[in-house]
């Protein structure tokens, strides 16, 4: 792209999003606006809407590779205003930071990889193709966003060679850490039914408590990692919490009709989500059959371990943070999950973003110095991948 007057402000854009009332799946303009951009630098843009989801990818170039960024504008609920030292959705900067619903995750790191593929267009004949994939459903369901959208350029032939999320993957401080991995995520409800009596005649009843605790204690009592107690390499141990156990019975001289448990088992690559599936299968029907009583189980996955393994990708991702900042960034695999969980089918995939200390709480924030270093990280993260990997990325093969 030839040089012109044009530029972006990230903090400008960045403020600009948080205005958008996006808490999802509502988009209120925010895809809008990042359309409009993104056309004025030459992007095509292509929306999928998805039930009430709306989604886009843009891209920019025919050829390969296809470096491509991937984020949401979509946030989670401010909650009451009035636990807010600021306008939740006012985007006000004071004391050098920027305050909003979305300042770190992540419509901050969205506006600095814009206001970066400017600079780089701008400076840059582009061999290769740079793309955004930009969602609305990643803090909802996760189920109208990057995972249909995937499928669908993967039906219209897209190839994206490799992704970076633009995740808050930092705990402290810009360039502590790159995720280029995420642990699975399984959530269970178990539900055991009884016959609700009198706790004086306990033989007329069927108390549904007992059995659920022996479940429960079941679950509990397996090293999940056995072969790997300090977890595999690149991950921390899996680990299952109880979250619930409801019995929805305020009263001392009830046995109650059922009881339920709720719990969620984060695990690295030596599982499966089919295989902790059919082993809560198999622990719940043994109860089962020694209480004679009624067992449901209601198991979803709401994502399967990944890593990418350490090469070449996530070398240039390190030296482009170290090269701004003076920091090496760490690899882990640490945290929730994200939508790197389901473009890890498609392309080699890490996250680098803000930090993320106050997301997903009142009055988050990040400081503007961090949203600007962000995008001079991003745009070196532009110059090393293509003075790199020049050569066209062969098309990934799908079983």
Same mark, same amino acid.
């Given at each position: ?5 044009? &530029? ?6 960045? @403020? ?7 808490? $999802? ?43 491509? #960024? ?15 030292? $600021? ?46 994939? /930009? ?19 993967? @039906? ?78 690149? %991950? ?17 001289? /009830? ?7 709720? #719990?969620?088992?984060? %695990?690295?690559?030596?599982? &499966? ?22 067992? $449901? ?26 090269? /701004? &900042? ?5 690899? &882990? $695999? ?17 996250? #680098? ?47």
């Amino acid at each position: 792209m030839s040089e012109t007057g044009n &530029t972006v402000d990230p903090l400008a854009l960045a @403020q600009a999003l948080i205005r958008c009332r996006s808490v $999802t799946p509502r988009d209120d303009g925010a895809l809008d606006l990042l359309q409009s951009q993104l056309q004025a630098l030459g992007f095509s843009v292509k929306r999928y809407q998805f039930d009430d989801v709306d989604n886009f990818y843009a891209r920019i170039g025919t050829e390969g590779p296809n470096f491509c #960024f991937a984020g949401h504008t979509d946030v989670v609920p401010a909650g009451s205003t009035k636990d807010w030292d $600021t306008d939740p959705f006012g985007a006000e900067v004071r004391d050098g930071q920027l305050w909003g619903r979305g300042a770190a995750d992540m419509k901050g790191a969205i506006a600095a990889f814009i206001a970066a593929t400017e600079r780089y267009l701008r400076r840059n004949p582009l061999h290769g193709s740079i793309s955004l994939l /930009i969602t609305g459903d990643e803090e909802g369901e996760a189920i109208n966003g990057t995972k249909r959208v995937l499928q669908a350029l993967q @039906q219209d032939g897209e190839n994206i060679s490799h992704c970076l999320v633009g995740e808050p993957s930092n705990p402290k401080a810009l360039g502590d850490e790159i995720k280029n991995g995420r642990r699975g995520s399984l959530n269970g409800i178990i539900t055991v039914n009884g016959q609700q009596g009198h706790v004086a005649y306990p033989e007329r009843a069927q108390n549904p408590i007992p059995p659920l605790m022996a479940i429960l204690n079941r679950l509990y009592a397996r090293l999940l990692d056995d072969k790997e107690p300090d977890g595999v390499p690149g %991950f921390q141990p899996s680990n299952l919490e109880v979250t619930s156990i409801d019995v929805d019975n305020p009263a001392h001289n /009830i046995i109650p009709a059922s009881a339920s448990a709720r #719990f969620n088992i984060r %695990f690295n690559v030596a599982h &499966t989500g089919a295989q902790l599936c059919e082993w809560i299968e198999a622990e719940a029907r043994k109860e089962e059959r020694h209480h004679q009583c009624a067992i $449901t189980l209601d198991l979803k996955v709401m994502g399967e371990a990944f890593l990418t393994p350490p090469g070449s990708f996530t070398s240039l991702l390190q030296k482009a943070v170290q090269d /701004i &900042t003076g920091r090496k960034p760490a690899l &882990t $695999t640490g945290g929730g999950t994200s939508d790197a969980r389901f473009i890890k089918d498609f392309a080699p995939v890490a996250e #680098f973003g803000l930090t993320g200390a106050s997301m997903h709480k009142v009055n988050e924030h990040v400081a503007v110095s961090d949203i600007h270093t962000l995008s001079e990280i991003y745009q070196r993260v532009l110059n090393l991948y293509f003075a790199e990997f020049e050569v066209a990325t062969p098309p990934i093969v799908h079983s």
